[in-house]
């Protein structure tokens, strides 16, 4: 049979998880296979792009969908479990779990409601195949950089440092790897201190301080950073944040005479993926268009 969509697995793989146990998701996409009876063929059948297997890639959106929705919860790479809320749409599961089902719950309506377009709204609405195309590659992004960003949340205090280290050579910061290793160091609150180049000549300084915070952050820290640029000789300073800022420390960056960089944990795994960090490639589509110069019509 033709393998399934990704909505159509959505219920079965959260009975899976309904064991409670941790599950991995190769053993999963097998279990399922198995279950829709699907043949070797339909197993083997890959995404345009040739670079995944679309039953694996279906299974592997449906783990997402359900995980955004608070129903399963990541407990490592490619490993999950299911959650307290999961379980309990399982004591009176529904015919099925689609995107409809999955409004009902807030983390997931936000989660879609940060994407331009949502899949719930037909491609005919959208006004040309470059639109479609374009909504389709921001969705893939969004969902990357949430994923990104909960990576970011549970590696340890010396990973978060190398990464941070890692980011801003990426960005043109500190020289070299070995310059900006030297220069930031640990803080000792699960968090990055230090003083980086601006450029490759060290022609300025940068202060630089990363949390790996779950609360907002306010204005007494980000007032508590201002202050310690003083300390540092440093005119320019980036506070880096996996969680967020809140209006009051916005604003006072605003108004004070130093400059400084507030960047909440959406930009740092925005950065990470426009810089490669922690990303790697894994499609590329060209897209052509009529060369109306070699037909003479450019002149």
């Given amino acids: 049979m033709t393998a399934p969509d990704y909505q159509t697995l959505m219920l079965p793989l959260l009975r899976i998880a309904a064991d409670e146990q941790e599950h991995v998701v190769g053993e999963v996409v097998q279990e399922l296979a198995e279950q829709f009876r699907l043949t070797p063929e339909d197993r083997k059948q890959l995404l345009p792009s040739g670079r995944q297997a679309a039953f694996d890639n279906r299974v592997g959106w449906a783990r997402t969908y359900l995980a955004k929705a608070g129903l399963l919860e990541s407990t490592g790479r490619g490993r999950f479990h299911i959650t307290g809320r999961g379980l309990d749409v399982l004591t009176s599961p529904p015919s099925e779990i689609n995107i409809g089902f999955l409004k009902r719950f807030p983390e997931f309506v936000e989660f879609q409601s940060a994407s331009k377009k949502t899949e719930s709204q037909p491609a005919a609405e959208l006004e040309t195949p470059e ?19 909960e990576r970011v949340k549970q ?22 790897r070995k310059d900006a290793g030297q220069a930031v160091g640990q803080s000792g609150d699960g ?9 490759k000549l060290g022609l300025d300084i940068v ?15 980000v007032q508590a950073f201002a202050g ?3 300390g540092q000789r440093a005119r ?11 209006a009051e420390a916005k604003d006072y960056v605003n108004r004070i005479e130093k400059k ?3 960047v909440g944990g959406e930009q740092l795994a925005q950065l990470m993926i426009d810089h490669d960090v922690g990303v790697a490639d894994f499609a590329t589509y060209h897209v052509k268009k009529l060369d109306l110069d070699y037909f003479g019509d450019g002149q």
């Fill in 131 to 149: 639109e479609l195309l374009e909504v389709s590659y921001q969705n893939l992004r969004l969902s990357l950089a949430q994923e990104l960003l």
């Fill in 155 to 176: 590696c340890s205090p010396q990973f978060f440092e190398h990464l941070v280290v890692d980011l801003l050579v990426a960005m043109g910061y500190g020289g070299s």
């Fill in 191 to 199: 968090g990055v201190d230090g003083i980086i180049k601006e450029d």
């Fill in 207 to 221: 202060y630089i301080q990363a949390k790996r915070w779950e609360a907002a952050v306010g204005r007494p820290t």
């Fill in 228 to 230: 310690s640029l003083e």
């Fill in 236 to 246: 320019k300073g980036v506070l880096i944040t996996t969680s967020q800022f809140t």
């Fill in 260 to 262: 400084i960089i507030l």
